[in-house]
């Protein structure tokens, strides 16, 4: 009987119908595996995951392989994004084994949960130097059956190695001038002069990295900086990786050039992306990075928004064709005929030289990505808005991708954070509303009654698993960011409280993080890693709310445990600068004070949008009328209008400047 019917998780119930005896990750799993005396198989991935529904279909699909499994193993299904911790620990151990890691993952296990073979996908027949996954099973069962002794001392031996891997905070130094120039020397090197971005094929986004570029030019005047971060966000909302239509980017690019993506959209990247977009129209101006943080914005509410106000976590890469294939890309990629059928004979020529849309085609089967081959003329605005609205009203008529509607509260943390500034810079009181909303999801669903965090919900119930450190981390900066935004100091109020689990349950006795509370589910080894993913680490999420509400607050303990946790910050930095890019836009607050901010006036008047636009590093702002001073933020206790003028107070490492009253005094204090 397949056990995943009912579950929260999008991904699972894809895996309902199988044939496979699926259980989900429980203790009942482990103990029918050793009352049978079978291994587990442990398969993990997610609901946008192309290569884990092209197994599924394959394998987990296919009555014969079902019948196998289910005769030799416990098979176990985790959705990595409701289970992080299992995910991290488990694909640490296969790219250890391996060199190499990915989704869908396949691990063999023992009744103690032990690893003792890995893999990731593996076709149903040989190719590519692939064994097929009926060969992996029999190989397994036979090891399992003949050489026990030996399976046994693989998998002692791989958690003897797990376990020895513990991080402590103070493996570095705390980070200062020359780790973070150091740091800036290492990105240059790596830097993609021709296409922007870092590295080669597959290239990721690297939100997390421009975000300290953006912060050292704004502390240091670094140039190089700025144009790094510049030349890649135009590269990327030039490429196929963005969305040319509707906004939002996908996953990654396959190629170096951004040209054709991984066609997956995921609720983090475009959060990360849409505040990185609108941090840099705030360094620079730049018109194409304010319109591409207002799509993203209206993407993320338009797309991924749910009924009960928070954001979905992910929209697939696959879709129907016209022929009623399952292929990813359907919905997205265009042939010149689609575009003729479109706008007509004259606009498809036009659109097919602005979108580079070619016979040849840059996909698959002919078709192309959308990108932006050239700058548009002031005379052709009306000419583009035209073709894009009658392109994007055609292809909503196309079969969607289905769309993966859980809440995970890290991502919706990350997406409250962008909202509300996005909203906040440009006027547009709509988002900072829907991100007021996704927050009070958050508080109402995911905190509850419980007074922690849990980690996921769907369709307004609560998930069984317990929130991760990023969980933590991330939904605070979220908080803190609308604190910031709207004068509502609850919002600060409920960030310390997520903090001050983070210190209790969270931080170890040298101040290192773990990414599981220390109560939490015991896995063979208790995750922590403090280098970012697709997401801020949890550890330098933590880190970098711990120092905003230490700046808020005045607290010691927390700035104490911020500057403790960016220890490893200064030791990774310099060596791996693309891993831990959060790491380093926190250590660059930190170098900067972060400079703290009060605004006594009225919230959303001209001083208090100045203090928003300040590109000070990390700065915090607290905004309130006079007669509400200090009764929800600390930084505005003590801070009178001047004049009865709306009045703005600056410090920095315990030095306040002298209160100013004048918007462009203020604009110069703060780097605007």
């Not at 482990?30 to 442990?42: G, H, I, K, T, Y």
């Not at 050489?147 to 905070?169: Q, T, Y």
């Not at 107070?649 to 204090?669: M, N, S």
Request: aromatic residues 8%; negative net charge; contains cysteine.
């Amino acid at each position: 009987m397949n056990r995943l019917a009912g579950v929260t998780s999008p991904y699972l119930l894809q895996h309902a119908d199988n044939p496979v005896d699926w259980w989900p990750w429980s203790p009942e799993a482990f103990e029918e595996a050793r009352r049978r005396d079978v291994p587990v198989l442990l398969s993990v991935g997610y609901a946008s995951c192309h290569w884990c529904h092209v197994m599924a279909h394959e394998s987990f699909e296919d009555t014969a392989v079902a019948e196998y499994l289910n005769a030799h193993f416990v098979p176990v299904k985790v959705d990595r994004e409701e289970r992080p911790d299992v995910d991290a620990v488990y694909m640490e151990a296969v790219q250890a084994a391996t060199g190499q890691g990915g989704w869908p993952m396949t691990v063999f296990l023992t009744a103690d949960a032990e690893p003792f073979y890995f893999g990731t996908y593996f076709p149903p027949e040989p190719r590519h130097g692939m064994p097929a996954f009926r060969q992996v099973l029999e190989g397994v069962v036979a090891a399992w059956s003949d050489r026990r002794e030996e399976v046994a001392e693989v998998a002692g031996r791989i958690v003897r190695d797990l376990a020895g891997r513990s991080l402590a905070a103070g493996e570095g130094s705390l980070p200062g001038e020359a780790e973070l120039a150091q740091a800036l020397l290492r990105l240059t090197r790596d830097y993609d002069e021709k296409h922007g971005g870092f590295g080669g094929a597959p290239k990721f986004p690297p939100s997390m990295v421009i975000e300290f570029l953006l912060r050292h030019h704004a502390r240091t005047g670094a140039e190089g900086a700025l144009q790094m971060a510049a030349d890649s966000c135009a590269a990327m909302a030039r490429g196929g990786i963005y969305d040319q239509l509707g906004g939002g980017f996908a996953r990654y690019s396959v190629d170096r050039e951004w040209i054709v993506p991984h066609f997956e959209k995921m609720l983090y990247d475009n959060a990360l992306l849409c505040r990185v977009y609108a941090h840099l129209w705030r360094a620079t101006g730049s018109d194409l990075a304010r319109r591409v943080a207002l799509e993203t914005a209206d993407f993320l509410v338009r797309e991924l928004r749910t009924a009960e106000g928070g954001f979905a976590s992910a929209l697939d890469a696959d879709s129907e064709d016209a022929q009623g294939r399952h292929v990813e890309g359907a919905f997205y990629v265009w042939t010149p005929a689609q575009l003729r059928e479109v706008l007509g004979e004259e606009d498809a020529a036009f659109a097919a030289g602005y979108f580079g849309v070619t016979e040849e085609g840059t996909f698959e089967e002919g078709s192309s990505v959308l990108r932006l081959m050239r700058n548009g003329e002031p005379d052709e605005e009306a000419r583009v808005a035209d073709v894009r609205a009658r392109l994007l009203a055609a292809r909503e008529l196309r079969a969607r991708p289905e769309r993966d509607d859980k809440i995970v509260a890290a991502w919706n943390g990350l997406a409250i954070a962008a909202l509300a500034e996005t909203g906040a810079y440009f006027g547009r009181p709509d988002l900072i509303e829907r991100a007021t909303e996704a927050a009070d999801l958050l508080v109402r669903v995911h905190m509850g009654e419980a007074a922690r965090l849990c980690r996921t919900s769907r369709d307004g119930r609560a998930g069984d698993n317990s929130g991760v450190l990023e969980d933590y981390g991330d939904v605070a900066e979220g908080f803190l960011a609308l604190a910031s935004v709207t004068g509502e100091g609850a919002w600060l109020d409920f960030a310390g409280f997520l903090l001050d689990i983070v210190l209790e349950r969270f931080t170890g006795e040298d101040g290192q993080l773990f990414d599981t509370a220390d109560d939490a589910e015991r896995l063979i080894r208790r995750p922590q890693d403090p280098t970012d993913s697709a997401t801020p680490a949890g550890w330098t999420a933590a880190a970098g709310a711990l120092l905003s509400y230490a700046a808020h607050t005045g607290s010691e303990a927390h700035r104490t445990a911020a500057e403790r946790a960016l220890g490893i910050v200064g030791a990774l930095g310099p060596k791996a600068p693309r891993f831990i890019g959060w790491g380093l836009a926190v250590a660059e607050a930190l170098l900067d004070g972060p400079r703290e901010v009060a605004v006594a006036g009225p919230v959303g008047g001209e001083l208090h949008r100045t203090a928003l636009l300040g590109r000070a590093p990390g700065a915090v702002v607290a905004a309130g009328e006079e007669a509400d001073a200090g009764t929800e933020f600390p930084l505005l206790v003590d801070r009178p209008l001047v004049g009865g003028e709306p009045t703005a107070y600056v410090c920095r490492h315990f030095v306040c400047d002298a209160p100013t009253t004048d918007a462009g005094e203020l604009a110069a204090k703060l780097g605007g």
